[in-house]
């Protein structure tokens, strides 16, 4: 009986840490959607993070608006974390868009604008372009701050629209256009993941062929496990410094999205070398022995019966890297740095979404914004983890096999 | 025949999903006395030693129709399964002590008993090691790890450890399948002096031991029991054609 | 016999060509090594700051000169200390019952959810730190802040599951079916099979994975960063203490400090290192003593 007591006891305190461990993943990802799932629409992936101000060159040119006033008022699409409506909107015709003005925060400030509030199909300000002639299409929620010189600080929304209309030939107009989006942070992570895939992958891969294909076991191959696990076991922080050290300051390459992924490409290596090593070792031995038998030589059958059957077991890894260049964040931090832009070339900086993240959390205190950001980062996550279960999988049919 | 009927099966069909691994088994084993199962490999010898002592439960898919009798109680209905294992004690294929001291692998059982005299236990892991004729081998070094022992100590420790548990049957599943010849004549010898203690059930692929130790004899072929009697009736003069060729060495 | 020469010499160019990417690994950890110690010995070496006062300080005051980081030393190791007292056993437990008592169904959802919570990047543990445990902390705390030791240890502790469970679960599935079977034989129950004969049979597997789950929260920086105080001096005396672990001190600074704050900041990072090398070696000896046995 005291058995039974106990083993029921053993056994809830076992139900209790699972399910422990289940809600705590639940509590985080639903914390994290909850707080943020406000913020993320089609604006938040599209958009820039830091305003943008610039000067527009629009033509002038008569569009009448094809909805009525009804259907205008409704297409107030004023982004919720700016701007609460004061008076309009008002169609103008000579730019083929409405205008409303609105009070506009942005970052504890608040003052009135003029927004753009809609935009007929063939509105001229869709064909707006800077100075330099480059084109730059206007949107609805972007603020309208001047026309050919005249501020529209001041002014009644009926005076800023006569204003605009009484305007002829080419109309100059300073624009903001809003930011709070991470498209930027999109790019930059796209960037660094692929880039640091490009250095990473093929030194991975190679080293891993010498580990299984060609080096004898010994010293030397114990030598390389033995770095590649303390590569592993090494944290990100450290990493950083080391890529500040040598290639922000050594080589001269800057804070940048070139030493961000060279430092991150280190530490994938570890990661792809053991996963490619593992997937090489379920090759069975008699298809090498077989190609050698037809007379291939070692490399044409490591490339043509080798590889090819390890390729879902290195996909397996790729994916997994990809996850980790994702997630890596103190790294970048000291490499990449932290400013929200789409790096020109390869030694500009940028952000990714997780120092991003960070960043609004630690230097702005905006959770929400943070687990906006965190969603499109565990989307990415989940997909990733299912691809790659898909794709173990497949290692098993061959294995099965 | 006066000896008492430890174990009596009545129509057991076994199941694995589909695949039916028992075909109405009906037999009565014997107290005190050593059964041997013989039959070529996949013939459901095994699978029928492991439904004696409800092994088959840690197998998923398993699915069992018909009665087993013990002490006559139907074993598959409800009862506790633990109180089953600690009368009916089972000694495996592989010698499989676990990674702990001799003396920790044979208090193991009682310990979980809630057995927590430290004198009894002495006692009791004593009498078990001299038993299985394995004291005088191991008395000096009880508190060494169980694994340094050689196969065919391992395999008496085996026996020791189910002996300790005081059990009224031990099953054997080809226990010295993984041994050499000396080891197995040890154990063989073991089994003859334990016999007249407790009720001894053992499948093994090799006929010659199946005669050497074993009072009666049951031949398996597909998951059916063609041939069961006195061993030395089954090995001189079998009544079915199948068990005759099979002792013979015509297949199998 | 020229074209069979052609081909020998490019297939030992090649194989020359997978050795270097092979030493890459070696190469890379040698320059970490190289570079961080060059940096963060350099102000001992030249004198510019007492190794002693690096060491015993309590207070970090770049401004004044004072960099003593003997406060974050004990910060790390009780932050870390704490999440492993409460992270390994929910750990282990959850490894039990996904290795032992799920059907094949559970326990590929939890281990589906495990591996989740490993790929969720360490910053978003600690927004949903910052977002949920301190203001949590800071109810139940006498302090003006929820930024402390004790939100730290919960972040960690969560975030060190996903490796002790993984690691865990494997070892346990590798524990070889014979000793179930023998325990069950013996008229043991589910549990004390679990208890007295597969956890001791994975020991040195789970060992190892409490490990890594140290070397990951001694490690751990921006989860950690957002929800830990960062104070400038302060052993913690009590757990709702702010705390600065190394690892912040680095990351806070790196990017403005120069000169001997600069090189002091590497020196935490050599300190850092000193304690991961020190858990690398302990993960490489039980994975060989294993072996071994």
């Known amino acids: 009986m005291g058995r039974k007591v106990k083993d029921n006891f053993a056994k809830g305190i076992i139900y209790l840490a699972t399910g422990i461990t289940l809600s705590v993943l639940i509590f985080i990802v639903g914390f994290i959607f909850v707080k943020g799932i406000g913020l993320v629409n089609f604006d938040f992936l599209t958009r820039d993070f830091n305003e943008k101000v610039f000067y527009a060159f629009v033509q002038n040119e008569d569009v009448s608006m094809s909805i009525d006033e009804e259907a205008l008022k409704q297409k107030t699409p004023f982004d919720d974390r700016y701007e609460s409506l004061i008076e309009g909107p008002i169609y103008v015709d000579n730019i083929g868009a409405a205008i409303a003005k609105v009070t506009y925060k942005n970052n504890a400030t608040e003052h009135e604008q003029l927004v753009i509030s809609y935009i007929e199909k063939n509105s001229p300000l869709t064909n707006a372009a800077d100075s330099t002639g480059k084109e730059m299409r206007i949107g609805t929620d972007y603020v309208i701050q001047s026309i050919n010189g005249t501020d529209f600080e001041g002014l009644s929304l009926d005076e800023a629209a006569a204003l605009i209309k009484n305007q002829s030939d080419e109309l100059k107009i300073k624009v903001v256009q809003p930011g709070g989006g991470v498209k930027s942070n999109i790019i930059t992570t796209l960037y660094m993941v692929l880039l640091s895939l490009v250095i990473a992958i093929p030194l991975g891969i190679f080293g891993a062929i010498y580990l299984t294909e060609y080096a004898k076991p010994g010293r030397f191959v114990n030598t390389i496990r033995f770095a590649a696990e303390c590569l592993s076991g090494i944290p990100s922080i450290i990493f950083g410094l080391f890529g500040m050290a040598f290639f922000v300051v050594a080589l001269k390459l800057q804070i940048s999205l070139l030493s961000g992924s060279l430092t991150v490409a280190i530490i994938l290596l570890p990661v792809i070398i053991r996963s490619t090593e593992e997937a090489l070792k379920t090759v069975p031995t008699s298809f090498r022995e077989g190609s050698l038998a037809l007379g291939a030589t070692k490399l044409q059958t490591i490339f043509k019966v080798v590889l090819p059957c390890a390729v879902p077991g290195i996909a397996t890894a790729v994916l997994l890297s990809i996850g980790r260049v994702v997630g890596e964040s103190a790294a970048l931090l000291l490499t990449a740095g932290t400013v929200a832009q789409i790096p020109g070339t390869l030694l500009s900086p940028g952000s990714t979404l997780t120092v991003q993240a960070y960043y609004v959390a630690k230097e702005e205190g905006n959770i929400e914004l943070a687990c906006a950001i965190g969603i499109v980062i565990i989307v990415i996550v989940i997909v990733l983890n299912i691809l790659s279960r898909i794709m173990s999988d497949k290692l098993d049919v061959f294995n099965k096999k | 025949m006066d000896k008492k009927i430890k174990f009596n099966t009545k129509n057991l069909d076994l199941f694995y999903g589909d695949f039916q691994a028992l075909k109405s088994i009906n037999l009565e084993i014997c107290e005190k006395e050593v059964t041997a199962f013989i039959g070529p490999s996949g013939c459901g010898k095994s699978t029928f030693l492991r439904c004696l002592n409800r092994m088959n439960d840690l197998i998923e898919s398993v699915r069992i129709e018909g009665e087993i009798l013990f002490d006559g109680q139907d074993i598959n209905g409800d009862i506790d399964v633990i109180n089953l294992r600690t009368r009916v004690g089972m000694v495996f294929q592989k010698p499989n002590p676990f990674p702990m001291s001799i003396y920790e692998n044979i208090a193991y059982g009682p310990k979980c008993q809630g057995l927590k005299d430290k004198t009894q236990l002495d006692k009791l892991v004593k009498e078990s090691l001299i038993k299985a004729a394995l004291w005088e081998e191991v008395k000096d070094r009880l508190n060494k790890s169980a694994l340094g022992l050689s196969g065919g100590q391992q395999q008496r420790l085996c026996i020791a450890r189910t002996i300790a548990m005081q059990p009224e049957v031990i099953l054997m599943d080809e226990p010295t399948s993984a041994l050499d010849p000396i080891a197995t004549a040890k154990i063989e010898d073991l089994m003859s002096k334990l016999k007249k203690d407790y009720t001894i059930i053992i499948v093994t692929h090799s006929m010659q031991q199946a005669g050497r130790i074993s009072d009666k004899t049951a031949f398996f072929l597909m998951g059916e029991v063609v041939e069961y009697g006195e061993t030395p009736v089954i090995f001189t003069n079998p009544a079915d054609k199948r068990t005759e060729d099979y002792i013979t060495g015509r297949f199998g | ?293």
Do not use: D
């Open chain 3, 1 to 293: 016999m020229e074209a069979i020469k052609r081909k020998k010499l490019r297939e030992r160019i090649i194989e020359n060509i997978f050795l270097l990417c092979a030493c890459v690994a070696v190469i890379s950890l040698l320059a970490i090594t190289f570079f961080v110690f060059y940096n963060g010995l350099a102000p001992f070496v030249s004198n510019s700051y007492s190794l002693w006062s690096f060491l015993t300080g309590v207070e970090w005051r770049p401004g004044s000169n004072m960099y003593g980081i003997f406060y974050m030393i004990v910060g790390s190791v009780l932050a870390t200390f704490g999440a492993i007292l409460i992270g390994v056993p929910v750990a282990i437990l959850t490894a039990v019952f996904i290795a032992e008592m799920a059907g094949s169904r559970a326990g590929k959802v939890i281990r589906f959810a495990v591996e989740l919570l490993a790929g969720i990047p360490s910053v978003l543990y600690g927004v949903f730190g910052l977002g949920i445990i301190v203001p949590y902390v800071l109810k139940i705390s006498p302090m003006a802040q929820g930024e402390s030791l004790l939100a730290t240890v919960f972040v960690l502790a969560i975030m060190i599951l996903p490796t002790v469970v993984s690691i865990s679960e494997t070892s346990l599935s590798a524990v070889p079916k014979e000793y179930r079977e023998g325990s069950y034989a013996l008229g043991a129950s589910k549990i004390q099979t679990i208890f007295r004969v597969v956890l001791p049979a994975a020991k040195s597997g789970i060992m190892t994975g409490v490990i890594l789950g140290i070397g990951r929260a001694i490690g751990e920086t921006m989860a950690v960063m957002l929800v830990c105080g960062n104070p400038i001096a302060g052993i913690p005396t009590s757990l709702f203490s702010q705390i600065r672990p190394l690892t912040t001190n680095i990351a806070l600074e790196m990017g403005y400090a120069s000169g001997v704050h600069q090189e002091l900041l590497y020196s935490t990072g050599v300190v850092l290192f000193v304690f991961i090398m020190i858990i690398n070696f302990a993960v490489n000896r039980i994975v060989k003593t294993k072996v071994g046995n």
